[in-house]
């Protein structure tokens, strides 16, 4: 029988020309039998001709006495073979190209009619399209890498750097190119459907790095931002640009730990450092972790700087920059760093800060000792005025003066309290703080400290002597402060944690009137540290020295403590010795401690911290920022929290028709609107809220994305 060999060529194109001539000779050399002398044998070559004439039929020495060659003239045509050189996923748009998936695909491939771009995945197959094409019917592009894919198969513009080290980040813009299979389309197309952000354009430095620490677990999102945020170039001076230029690999939080130490590596530069701050204190929230000892090395390198610009490279990010605070500032003039403190840790700057008005009315030398006490605490050092003071109105003369006055000044009527909160250890000390960082955490719920008092507790001040009735309890403060020596600045480091830690929770509580009260304060000064030592003996000493049990014996006052009966309930007729001085009645402590009458000790807040129901802080969405009104003329908008009624919106005087769909408010627009940014004034119970600037298209097919983020 007559036989056709195909696809033979497919087979010989990858033969080296010796053997591509010896294989041609041993077919010539085949012969009919006696018994069938007419087989024929048909061996079709596509695109060899050339290389068919030039290295076996030139000198072939039986041409003039063998079959026949036809050779059919058709059309120049060639096809493209696309070679993938790297790691091919499945699910990957192939733009309808043929794919060759293994070798016995390629020797199919002869069977398929109107094949132009071949995609050739097998790499034993690379080795020979490498070394024999491109011929008269192949030519070949080898797509070493996902760029090469987009812009060489897709058609894509993704015109951002190739780094071989980003490969799972270019497999994955692969697939979600491949996702949305549009010709032409860019980085900034992706990037707006990856991120989720409707409008690049707006895009300032800080929306970047929030959208960066976003995703701080999804590394590719991370790294569209990177590319998205230096293909920008507009923030060509930026400390963030800098930052993301010099990290290389993402992950482990290298672009954190870049931004926490770079800026030790370039000369003093003003912008840079107020930058770096306002992005450190984005992350504040985030578990994060940086070297101290990365830290404390490059630090040296700005050690002949003042401390004033030194301050300037830290902020309140980790622990061992909070110490290295307190270790610039307590080398100088305290008041001097009152500005930067405000800055770089404004949770100190609060503690220190006494410029608050008392809904009571107290000595004015009270506050005059808070103030002197709160900055010795902070400087390491018990300060002269804060001794003088003590000495001055805190004698057996002078106490009772003083103490009884606050205690009746707190006999108020304040009205019904919702829910009580007594915080076990919470010293007048801490009132600036604890109001600060009140009003800061319940702006969200409209809750705002209504009024503030300092109160005395019943001697001797222990919670034995001070309970309270309460709805809630919270004990961290006395805990902390029991657990652990007293340790400068780790102790005041802790104890300022957990007070914002308490802020946090109480302004958390979904009460319209909360009540906070404590039943005692507590002294560092105690100390031996600030010059206390041992000066009795009093072994039954409680608290570590601070009060005694006084039994069938009567004292004298002194200058170091009092005899006393307590005021407090369940312990009538009970007599103590209680301290008015840091001098305690047996060992010197080493915790901060209480049960004394220091006014450390004896003095606490009391605050009413309320909701505001005056002020309403509305927060509105807009889906879109701009809208063709040639296609849809209605603007979604989201209200946080829903107001009461249907809120009102106005356009040059017009006011417009609102409607409430579930959660949305839509605003019709109408044929009224000017095209470009123009401006819809939204009112809520007859109140000017917010400006919402839109732009205005006209004709055209833009398409509108609605998306609340």
Known sequence: ENAVIVPFSEFMRFTNDEVFQKIFTSLTEIENTDINNKYRLYIPMVGLSERFNKVFWKNFFKKDHWAPIWRLNTPPKLINIFQINFDFKKGINTNNLEIISNSKEWFELWKKEGVENIISLPKQLSIFFNEYLNDQTFTLENVDNPKQFLSKILDANIDIPYDSDDEEYWEKLLMDVSKENKKGISFENIASIVLNIHNLNNLELKNYFDKYVE??????KQWIVKNLFLKSGKFQDSYLNLCFKSTKRLGNNSLFNRIFLEIFNEEYNESHLIERRNLLEGLNKHDLSFSEDRFKEQFKKIDKLSYK???KYLTNTTRFEKEKIFEIISMGDLNSFSSDLKIIFPELYYYLDWNISLDNDLPNWIIDYFIEYNQSKVMNSKSEKLKSLLLENNNPNNFYDWYVDVFESQDIDLGKREYGIWIDGLGAEWLPLLVNLLNKYGKSSNKKVKSKYINSVNLPSATEFNKRDCDQKISDLDNFIHDAHYKY?????GEIEVIDYIAKKISSLDYSKIFIYSDHGFSFLCNKK??????YDFNKA???????LVENEDYADTEDYICTETESLGHEGEKFLVTLQHISLYNTPSHEVHGGATPEEVLVPFIVFERDYDVINYEIVQSVDEINISKSKELSIKIYPEPSSLPIAIYNNEKLEVSKNDSEYIILLNDNF???KQNIT????DEEVEELEINIKKGGMEEVTYDFG
């Open 489 to 493: 600045p780790n102790s005041l480091l």
């Open 309 to 311: 610009d030194q301050l």
């Open 674 to 676: 000017k095209k470009g």
């Open 530 to 535: 600030y010059g206390a030592y041992k000066k």
């Open 682 to 685: 939204i009112k809520i119970n």
């Open 542 to 548: 409680k608290h570590e020295g601070r009060y005694l």
């Open 215 to 220: 995703n701080i677990n999804e590394r590719y």
